[in-house]
C-alpha cells in the first residue's frame, strides 16, 4: 500500500470517528480543491456530517459555480452561511466597499463581517468542526494539527488534510471525479474573495494570491485565530495528544 493510501485510509477512519464520536459536527468548506476532496469523502459514504460554507457577498462566479456542481453531482444542497446585511453596510458606508487594501486592521474587519461572524453562527450548537487546511498551504499553518482543542468555540477542531500533499488532492480529484473551481486551472491554488484573490506566477507559494499586498506571517482572516487574554492573538494550534497518545489518527 502506498503512503497516499496510507494517509486516505487514516482520514476516512478520521472522519467517521468524528461522525460517531463528535455528533453534532460540522464541515466548513471554502469551496477550494481540499474541500472538495473532504466534501466527496463525507457525501459519498453519506456520513452525518453537515456541510456549509460562507456566502460571503464577494465570491468569483466560477466559486459560486461549485454549489450547483455539488448539486448535481451529489444530490446535496450546500448550506450558505452569509453576513450580516447591517453589519456590511456599516462597514461599506463608515470605510468604503474595498477599504482592505487600505490596511492590514481594514481588511481584518472585513473578513470579520463577512466570514468570521458567520461562521460562528454556523458553528454553534455543535460539537465539532472541519476545516481543509494542510500544513504545506503556508507558513502561518507549518504547525498544523490533525486534532485541535478550538477554546473560542468551546469544541474540537479537525484538520484531517494536515498532512496531505498538492499532489495528494489532485491525484483524489482526478482519480474519483470529484467536481472543483475551475479557477484552480488557471493559475488560482488558493481562492478567496475575488477582489483578495489573483493568479500566482510559476514559482511562487501557492496561497501568494491571497492578500498579496500583505507579509507572508499577515495571511490569515481570523477564522483560525482567537483572542488571548492580553489582548493579542493567536492561531488555535493546541494539539489534542490524548489521541494520539491512544493510537488514533495521528
Partial sequence: MSSFDHRLDDTRA????????????VF?????AEDMVLTDLILRPKLPIRVFTLQTG???????????????????????????PVAVEHY???HG?????????????????????????ALAGNNAWITGQ???????????RVQEDDTAHDMQKFNPLADWSENDVWHYIRTHHVPYNVLHDRGYPSIGC?????AIQPGEDIRAGRWWWESEDQKECGLHIVA?????TRLVRASVQANADAGGVK
Fill in 92 to 94: 461599506v458606508n463608515t
Fill in 14 to 25: 478520521l472522519l467517521a470517528r468524528i461522525a460517531q464520536d463528535f455528533s453534532p459536527a
Fill in 58 to 84: 464577494r465570491l468569483h462566479k466560477e466559486t459560486l459555480a461549485v454549489l450547483d456542481a455539488v448539486r448535481e453531482h451529489y444530490g446535496v444542497d450546500i448550506e450558505q452561511y452569509k453576513p450580516d
Fill in 194 to 198: 475575488e477582489p483578495c484573490t489573483r
Fill in 228 to 232: 488571548n487574554a492580553d489582548g493579542t
Fill in 134 to 144: 494542510r500544513r504545506a498551504q503556508s507558513s502561518t499553518r507549518n504547525d498544523l
Fill in 97 to 121: 466597499l474595498n477599504a482592505f487594501y487600505e490596511s492590514i486592521e481594514l481588511r481584518k474587519a472585513c473578513c470579520h463581517v463577512r466570514k468570521v461572524e458567520p461562521l460562528n453562527r
Fill in 28 to 32: 466548513a468548506s471554502s469551496l477550494a
